[in-house]
């Protein structure tokens, strides 16, 4: 590899990262700033990199009389001394003092394109460790941080983001944003970046529907042309990303998980992992250059089996919602099967005790009224249309009316001597404990092996609350329970390597960067009203590319929220083809509309007097 073409330079005291189009550069063993955020942005080289270090050291000292170091030069930012902007880490230390000094330990190249940098706290032995590894081919670097705890008694976390990124300073900067709510997701924001703070995150154990873990920073980039610099958080958890301008026109974005409640001690000799954070540049195509650049990011580096083309699928909630019993799949099975469904799911209401959303969940069985003779049955029959069979679950709920809560009350998570909060009449169970982790491994593998399931609609339909876990520490249960679930997501695709996973949380609730890598597709949204699902969709295409999103054909009108427009058949296909095609239509409307011509319209669908909401 000749020395223009390396992706990562490292000399004593500096580094510089190469992307195709991109350079990200740091130094190391600054008096103020051990570790000093040099440049992202447009290609430069190391002797660039060497002047953007000499530059300005006395106005440097100087500007520590406000703030010192200036957090927008820093490349991990720390609560102590001067600071008064937003920080990375804040911990508190076996001495009760809450102020690190960070000082350079060492910088290691990893492989041909990762970097470690690590620093260590001057009094105390607390040490950090900076991971980066370069995406070459789509402008990105990928950072996260681990914190160590080297010494002999406990170090409390209180915040600790993944990384933190300064972007060059330039005025009139804009925020892009992909913020919603149940059934409008990712609708495309842009702000003006304003003097202080803008936060987007979420506390729901999830990243939620009320923004996308992700943002863009431009300055008068338009959709074809112009900078942009983007960054995406893979945590799958509750997470922030602040947008923090300074006085003095100093710009950095950081992010991670969300602080809030996240206090936990890590114990001696411990350390914590963060979760990946990336962050890509265009330098020149605008908007939906750098959303070029995430979408062959994913397709490396987050996209499950991106060789596997997806299935054409048919999913019943909205033709039947609870009522999901062998005599209505029967109906609705040669029906699917006639115009190319590839993969048949069976939504919400096919196991025991499911007549509605107040029973059921937690207890992995068919019903054995609406299935007397066992779920077997309808996979054979979805196998023998030619169909792949896929079933609806939500793995991580339980009802208080089923058989599993009343055998293991103590799964559910709660706190002693307050009522659980229940949403939707259901409650969280402890995925931090490995008891319950192995169950669920143990009840879904076998209902994939035994009904012979080819794919997986995995729900998770309310946020975590109440969030203590004899298996993790305080605070920690944000991080523990999604790391349980990680687990029981690896699990099922290490032992079932060609099921096909679907995440939904209500719809996008969880389409993350380390959701997607763990799960073929989000689903879209329950909005299928195909004018709505144009921003939904464009606002998910951002971030991620096409295979990574269900987007349902319906009924007209949409047989889920939607604005109730009659749109023709043509058009309801065409935006449900820009994503992974699914049909959602039933019987009898979707006859004539399915042979009709494009402006057809179908009845009504029929509606089941237990609707979902
Ligand atoms: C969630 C999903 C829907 C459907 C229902 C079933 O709301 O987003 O698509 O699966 O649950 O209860």
């Given at each position: 590899?000749?020395e223009?073409?390396r992706?990562?330079?490292?000399?004593d005291?500096?580094?510089l990262l190469r992307?195709?189009?991109?350079?990200?550069?740091?130094?190391?063993?600054?008096e103020?700033?051990?570790?000093?955020h040099?440049?992202?942005?447009?290609?430069?080289?190391?002797?660039d990199?060497?002047?953007?270090?000499d530059?300005?050291?006395?106005?440097?000292?100087?500007?520590g009389?406000?703030?010192q170091?200036?957090?927008?030069d820093?490349e991990?930012?720390?609560?102590?001394?001067?600071?008064?902007?937003?920080?990375a880490?804040?911990?508190?230390?076996?001495d009760?003092?809450?102020?690190?000094v960070?000082t350079?330990v060492?910088?290691?190249?990893?492989?041909?394109?990762?970097?470690?940098v690590?620093w260590a706290?001057?009094h105390?032995?607390?040490?950090v460790?900076?991971h980066?590894?370069v995406?070459e081919?789509?402008d990105?670097?990928?950072?996260?941080?681990?914190?160590h705890n080297?010494?002999?008694?406990?170090?409390?976390?209180?915040q600790?983001?993944?990384?933190?990124?300064?972007?060059p300073v330039?005025h009139?900067?804009?925020?892009?944003t992909l913020?919603g709510?149940?059934?409008?997701?990712?609708?495309?924001?842009?702000?003006?970046?304003r003097q202080?703070?803008?936060?987007?995150g979420?506390?729901h154990?999830?990243p939620g529907?009320?923004?996308m873990p992700?943002?863009a920073?431009d300055?008068?980039?338009t959709?074809?042309?112009?900078?942009v610099?983007?960054?995406?958080?893979?945590?799958?958890g509750?997470?922030r990303?602040?947008?923090a301008?300074?006085h003095?026109?100093?710009?950095?974005?950081?992010g991670?998980v969300?602080p809030?409640?996240?206090?936990?001690?890590?114990?001696?000799?411990a350390?914590?992992?963060?979760?990946?954070m990336?962050?890509?540049?265009?330098?020149?195509a605008?908007?939906?250059?750098?959303?070029?650049?995430?979408?062959?990011?994913?397709r490396?580096?987050v996209?499950?089996?991106p060789?596997?083309l997806r299935?054409?699928?048919?999913?019943?909630w909205?033709?039947?919602?609870?009522?999901?019993?062998?005599?209505?799949?029967r109906?609705?099975?040669?029906?699917?099967?006639?115009?190319?469904?590839?993969?048949?799911?069976?939504?919400?209401?096919?196991?025991?005790?499911?007549?509605?959303?107040t029973?059921?969940?937690?207890d992995?069985t068919?019903?054995?009224v609406k299935f007397?003779n066992?779920?077997?049955?309808l996979?054979?029959?979805?196998h023998?249309?030619?169909?792949?069979?896929?079933?609806?679950?939500?793995?991580?709920?339980?009802?208080?009316?089923?058989?599993?809560?009343?055998a293991?009350?103590?799964?559910?998570?709660?706190w002693?001597?307050?009522?659980p909060?229940?949403?939707r009449?259901?409650?969280?169970?402890?995925?931090?404990?490995s008891?319950?982790?192995?169950w669920?491994?143990?009840?879904?593998?076998?209902?994939v092996t035994?009904?012979?399931?080819?794919?997986?609609?995995w729900?998770?339909?309310?946020?975590l609350?109440?969030a203590?876990?004899?298996?993790?520490?305080?605070?920690?249960?944000?991080?523990?329970?999604?790391r349980?679930?990680?687990a029981?997501?690896?699990?099922?695709?290490?032992?079932?390597?060609?099921?096909?996973?679907?995440s939904?949380?209500?719809?996008?609730?969880?389409?993350?960067?380390?959701?997607?890598?763990r799960?073929?597709?989000?689903?879209?949204?329950?909005?299928?009203?195909p004018?709505e699902?144009?921003?939904?969709?464009?606002?998910?295409?951002?971030?991620?590319?096409?295979?990574?999103?269900?987007?349902w054909?319906?009924d007209?009108?949409?047989?889920?929220?939607?604005?109730?427009?009659?749109?023709?058949?043509?058009f309801?296909?065409?935006?449900?083809?820009?994503?992974?095609?699914?049909k959602?239509?039933?019987?009898p409307?979707?006859?004539?509309?399915?042979?009709?011509?494009?402006?057809?319209?179908?009845?009504?669908?029929?509606?089941?007097?237990?609707?979902?909401?």
């Amino acid at each position: 590899m000749t020395e223009s073409r390396r992706l990562v330079e490292l000399t004593d005291d500096v580094a510089l990262l190469r992307t195709a189009g991109s350079s990200y550069a740091i130094a190391f063993g600054d008096e103020l700033n051990p570790v000093r955020h040099l440049h992202w942005g447009g290609q430069i080289s190391l002797d660039d990199a060497r002047v953007l270090r000499d530059r300005d050291p006395e106005l440097r000292r100087r500007s520590g009389a406000v703030s010192q170091p200036r957090p927008a030069d820093e490349e991990y930012p720390v609560w102590g001394g001067l600071r008064r902007e937003p920080v990375a880490l804040k911990v508190t230390l076996p001495d009760g003092v809450r102020g690190i000094v960070p000082t350079f330990v060492s910088a290691e190249q990893v492989g041909d394109d990762g970097l470690v940098v690590t620093w260590a706290d001057a009094h105390q032995p607390l040490r950090v460790c900076l991971h980066y590894r370069v995406d070459e081919a789509a402008d990105a670097i990928s950072r996260w941080a681990t914190i160590h705890n080297d010494g002999d008694a406990p170090v409390r976390i209180e915040q600790a983001f993944s990384a933190s990124w300064p972007i060059p300073v330039r005025h009139d900067v804009q925020l892009t944003t992909l913020v919603g709510r149940y059934a409008a997701e990712c609708q495309e924001q842009r702000l003006p970046v304003r003097q202080g703070v803008t936060s987007v995150g979420s506390v729901h154990g999830i990243p939620g529907h009320d923004a996308m873990p992700w943002v863009a920073l431009d300055a008068g980039a338009t959709l074809t042309a112009g900078e942009v610099w983007s960054v995406s958080l893979a945590g799958s958890g509750s997470w922030r990303i602040d947008v923090a301008l300074a006085h003095d026109g100093r710009l950095h974005v950081l992010g991670g998980v969300q602080p809030v409640d996240l206090g936990h001690d890590l114990g001696p000799g411990a350390a914590l992992d963060l979760p990946v954070m990336t962050g890509a540049y265009e330098g020149f195509a605008g908007h939906d250059g750098i959303s070029r650049r995430w979408h062959d990011y994913a397709r490396r580096h987050v996209v499950v089996q991106p060789e596997r083309l997806r299935p054409v699928h048919y999913n019943s909630w909205f033709a039947r919602y609870y009522d999901q019993g062998i005599a209505d799949q029967r109906e609705l099975v040669p029906l699917a099967a006639e115009p190319g469904v590839e993969l048949f799911v069976i939504d919400d209401g096919w196991f025991k005790g499911r007549l509605t959303d107040t029973a059921g969940l937690g207890d992995w069985t068919a019903d054995p009224v609406k299935f007397p003779n066992g779920l077997g049955e309808l996979a054979d029959l979805v196998h023998a249309h030619g169909m792949q069979f896929g079933v609806w679950i939500e793995p991580e709920m339980a009802n208080p009316d089923s058989d599993l809560l009343r055998a293991h009350p103590d799964w559910a998570l709660e706190w002693p001597s307050r009522e659980p909060t229940l949403v939707r009449h259901q409650r969280m169970l402890d995925f931090c404990r490995s008891d319950v982790r192995q169950w669920a491994v143990d009840a879904i593998a076998d209902l994939v092996t035994e009904h012979r399931v080819d794919a997986l609609k995995w729900d998770m339909n309310r946020p975590l609350t109440e969030a203590l876990s004899a298996a993790a520490p305080e605070g920690e249960i944000w991080l523990a329970q999604v790391r349980g679930v990680w687990a029981v997501w690896d699990e099922l695709r290490r032992r079932f390597p060609d099921l096909w996973l679907e995440s939904c949380a209500s719809g996008t609730g969880r389409a993350d960067h380390g959701a997607l890598s763990r799960a073929h597709w989000a689903l879209g949204s329950d909005n299928t009203d195909p004018l709505e699902r144009l921003a939904i969709q464009a606002g998910f295409a951002r971030m991620n590319p096409a295979e990574t999103i269900a987007c349902w054909a319906t009924d007209a009108p949409p047989s889920g929220l939607s604005t109730r427009a009659y749109p023709s058949l043509d058009f309801r296909f065409h935006v449900a083809m820009t994503g992974v095609l699914g049909k959602e239509f039933s019987p009898p409307g979707w006859r004539s509309p399915g042979r009709g011509s494009p402006d057809a319209r179908t009845d009504p669908p029929r509606r089941s007097s237990r609707r979902r909401r």
